[in-house]
């Protein structure tokens, strides 16, 4: 179980480079407890993290609309897919290509302890963050420690 | 399916030129075109504040930066990671041709559309030849 928690008022100078460690150490784990995505390399990349209700998937979108995008769930898989396009004028040429464009699908596997049913998604300026909560049972519960 | 995949490459530390802020910074994927009348340029810069945005053009060198918001993080902790998260920094020498007044930018979906208008004498001309 992970200690650390990103707090940005607390660290407001070393606030990013402190994130940018810990994403650091979490970089393409390969058996991440209960997470295998398939693909990595593949785009959309995406970043899995946990917060007090349960995880948090961020997903790097630029380019796509949001009427362009999919988020699905069966079962236990999530599926993100949709299209991301690259407009040009006409009568010109590229001197540079480094953003492709196409179709693109992309399927997770989530862990048993969590509640699909109530998966949310949200897009914002180019970023797809998807919230999955934990089931009640499975949130942690306080055992209060009684004086002997 | 088998049709080819799309790919991401794993962002590249902008230059050696360090900056104040601590925290690594990225150079964002570009798209560059040139027409007749302009150049065009298109950033990936996904989760990128637009108050933060910032673009210059000072002695033929054009400037594209932007800061990651970081409230979007609050309370997050990392359990798998694989993009880079940081700030944003990429320049280019650009042709003295093009009409710094008149550069035009939008972001739309998290990339940055820069339009860069060539100055009306810089546009490509063609000369007739006539005939004797």
């Known amino acids: ?148 | 399916m088998t049709e080819k995949e799309l790919s991401v490459r794993e962002k590249q530390e902008a230059s050696a030129q360090e900056g104040t802020r601590a925290g690594h910074t990225y150079l964002p994927d570009v798209d560059i075109y040139e027409t007749a009348d302009s150049m065009y340029l298109w950033a990936d810069m996904p989760g990128v504040d637009e108050n933060t945005l910032n673009i210059g053009l000072e002695d033929g060198v054009l400037t594209i930066e932007g800061q990651v918001a970081l409230k979007d993080y609050e309370r997050l902790a990392p359990v798998y990671s694989e993009y880079k998260v940081g700030n944003y920094e990429r320049r280019f020498t650009v042709s003295r041709d093009v009409d710094a007044d008149r550069i035009a930018a939008r972001l739309t979906n998290g990339v940055l559309a820069l339009e860069l208008p060539k100055a009306e004498r810089a546009k490509p001309r063609q000369i007739k030849i006539t005939q004797n």
């Open chain 1, 1 to 148: 179980m992970t200690f650390f928690r990103f707090m940005p008022e607390l660290d407001p100078v070393n606030g990013l480079l402190t994130l940018q460690r810990e994403l650091e150490r979490a970089w393409q784990r390969p058996f991440a407890g209960p997470w295998t995505a398939s693909g990595h390399g593949v785009f959309p990349p995406v970043n899995v993290f946990n917060d007090p209700d349960g995880y948090v998937v961020r997903v790097e979108v630029p380019g796509v609309a949001p009427d362009q995008l999919k988020v699905e769930g069966h079962g236990r898989t999530l599926t993100i897919s949709g299209t991301r396009t690259a407009e040009a004028p006409q009568g010109g040429s590229f001197h540079r290509r480094e953003r492709s464009a196409g179709e693109f699908a992309r399927a997770l596997q989530l862990p048993e302890d969590l509640d699909v049913t109530r998966t949310e998604a949200s897009y914002k300026h180019g970023m797809l963050t998807i919230r999955v909560p934990k089931r009640e049972e499975a949130k942690p519960r306080q055992i209060s420690v009684k004086a002997a």
